[in-house]
């Protein structure tokens, strides 16, 4: 494998246009029409998602192809990038070790757990040539029902978000792999989904400066950094990725961050929505954006590429400017490509058993008692599994997570049935409930699923021995009524439904601690 870096000074125009742009591909080869599209734009960088996943064979071939063919056409392999944040956020999430969420990894009592888990991610990502982890995220769960944050953070401190994501940063960095803090300048009080509109926060500069970025201002080693789409009303009136303001006077002059500068998805509706792709793509760019980020629609990789070549043809963006961002993403590229020579070879990815060990342990020391007694098992008892829906874009869906087979399989001597959201299916759990001693319920996102947090609170009337466990942090208590015995994990997962088991089975206790 060639790992080649193209000068700045040899790149045509076409080419340092193709440096600041990556993109995602369709599917798990690459086929003739995005080799065309590579050619012809000559595009130099690459972010992956579920879809473009199998098998960790497969990953290795389509990584090789893509390195061979990208340096072919641009003179310089690519950086590939991918959301492996652990938890609900994974890419990478069969026949591999499946990695631990944020949040598991503050509440559990490993201490090494964030680091530990940020150097398996990164190793495995090298093992298969993915050499750019989009993780951790920085923002404080001021709220945690935010839509984008919620279990993909740390923590509700500027305290906890600093040491777990440090942590984790020191782990994915000694694995040879690039790091990207995110979303600049934090989002944890905004209560939209820039997926889908665009967030305006009202926080005071002082607030924003002291609180909201601390974590990024003590994270200074990181590689790179992911913008918010938000508004930040106290800075500019524009979103972050935006803003020159907050990109280029706060964030490179006043912080000193001198890592690569990364936005979030430009397809998003906070900027489409408002500015336009085109537009959003050229104003990120002068802002202080080195990477402009097309996750997934061809057309607009065209049009983002079109764009950008126009304004430079137009002069209303420097060509300068633009050889300042490509130095920045050949530095990168330095940096990761000696790790790539250890670790992206032709070898078979095989799980490292201590690995998955240590991950499945990290989960069962994060099972959290909130208050009342552990679930268990007791006389006449009825299961109710959830049914995980998807919150937020940034989510996948994956086979291995089905806690009904699961509580089946290992408690033949209980019914256990599945709730899905509809009336038919609560009605009928809270009609045979009356049958049971014991009622043990596993929720998820409840307070976002008003059928399921009316059957759980219907069921919480009864006079019997209920448990009730959430498994995406502790945020539905807040919306149950008259609760006895609550406990919560943070992930549902292959390795929390293996916690669940366990503990249902008394093989473990509740040793978590609410991070806080």
């Known amino acids: 494998m060639k790992y080649n870096i193209k000068s700045v000074d040899e790149m045509s125009i076409d080419e340092l246009i193709g440096q600041v742009i990556m993109v995602g591909i369709p599917g798990t080869i690459l086929d ?219 964030l490179r002059r006043q912080i000193g961050f ?84 250890i670790y992206f070879n032709n070898e078979d990815y095989k799980v490292v058993k201590e690995e998955h060990i240590l991950m499945q342990e990290i989960v069962d020391n994060s099972y959290t008692l909130i208050f009342g007694n552990a679930p268990k098992i007791s006389g006449s008892t009825l299961i109710v599994s959830c049914n995980a829906k998807i919150a937020s874009i940034v989510e996948d869906e994956f086979d291995e997570r089905n806690l009904t087979n699961a509580l089946k399989h290992n408690f033949t001597s209980c019914d256990v049935v599945k709730f899905i959201s509809s009336e038919e299916t609560k009605n009928h759990i809270l009609d045979i409930s009356k049958n049971y001693d014991t009622i043990i319920v596993y929720a998820y996102d409840a307070y976002r699923d008003l059928t399921q947090l009316n059957m759980i609170n219907e069921l919480l009337k009864l006079k019997k021995d209920i448990y009730i466990i959430s498994l995406k942090g502790p945020i539905d208590m807040c919306y149950f009524n008259n609760l006895t015995n609550y406990s919560c994990l943070y992930e549902y997962t292959p390795n929390s439904i293996r916690t669940i088991v366990k503990q249902l089975k008394q093989e473990i206790t509740l040793n978590g601690k609410l991070p806080k």
């Open 32 to 250: 003739e029409k995005y080799k065309e599209f590579i050619k012809d734009y000559k595009i130099g960088n690459y972010i992956l998602f579920a879809r473009n996943y199998d098998n960790t064979k497969q990953m290795k071939q389509l990584m090789e192809e893509l390195y061979t063919y990208t340096d072919n056409i641009t003179g310089s392999f690519p950086l590939v990038s991918i959301d492996q944040e652990g938890g609900m956020v994974v890419r990478l999430f069969k026949d591999v070790t499946f990695p631990a969420s944020p949040l598991t990894t503050s509440a559990t009592q490993i201490s090494s757990a964030p680091y530990k888990t940020g150097k398996i991610i990164g190793s495995d990502m090298m093992k298969m040539g993915i050499n750019l982890n989009l993780a951790p995220c920085l923002e404080i769960n001021e709220d945690l029902a935010n839509p984008l944050v919620n279990v993909r953070g740390y923590g509700a401190t500027k305290e906890i978000v600093l040491n777990g994501a440090k942590e984790f940063v020191k782990g994915v960095r000694e694995s040879f792999a690039l790091s990207c803090i995110k979303h600049f300048p934090g989002a944890g009080s905004s209560t939209k989904d820039s997926h889908l509109e665009l967030p305006i926060i009202e926080d005071e500069k002082e607030q924003l400066l002291n609180y909201n970025m601390y974590p990024f201002t003590k994270l200074l080693e990181s590689d790179a950094l992911m913008t918010s789409h938000c508004v930040y009303k106290s800075f500019d009136d524009i979103p972050s990725t935006l803003s020159k303001v907050l990109l280029t006077d706060v």
């Open 258 to 341: 001198n890592g690569l500068i990364i936005s979030d998805g430009m397809e998003m509706k906070a900027i489409t929505d408002t500015y336009g792709l085109g537009n959003g793509c050229v104003m990120a760019l002068n802002a202080g954006c080195d990477i402009l980020l097309l996750c997934h629609e061809y057309e607009e990789q065209k049009l983002a590429f079109e764009t950008v070549k126009k304004a430079v043809i137009e002069n209303r963006l420097d060509i300068e400017l633009l050889k300042e961002k490509v130095t920045r993403i050949n530095k990168a590229k330095e940096r990761v490509k000696n790790g790539l020579k």
